[in-house]
């Protein structure tokens, strides 16, 4: 059995974002997640990667889209409330 990644590598892209503006602040709302897939082996992997125009998050905690000027830390990949409601680590003391 080969360890090399296969050739039916694929990148696709979402179909950008599921909300044209953000329901804050009314920007609009660009760019996409890219998704990688193939397999080495047996293994199947999936890697996901923002495109550099991103602007925006969706919620982990209650599934909002968002811009991220609209949000404390958007990098911890929730809003505001949800970023306090569930004392997002290491972020928060």
Known sequence: MS????SN???TKTPNVPIEACPRCS???IGAIE???????GLRIVTMRE??????????GCNQTICKSC???PDSGYCDACFVKYR???YLP
């Open 35 to 41: 998704i990688t897939e193939g397999g080495i082996g």
């Open 9 to 11: 590598t694929a990148i």
């Open 3 to 6: 360890n090399r990644l296969t």
């Open 51 to 60: 495109t550099s125009d991103r602007n925006w998050i969706t919620c982990d």
């Open 27 to 29: 920007k609009e709302l």
């Open 88 to 90: 997002i680590e290491p």
């Open 71 to 73: 949000c404390v830390m």
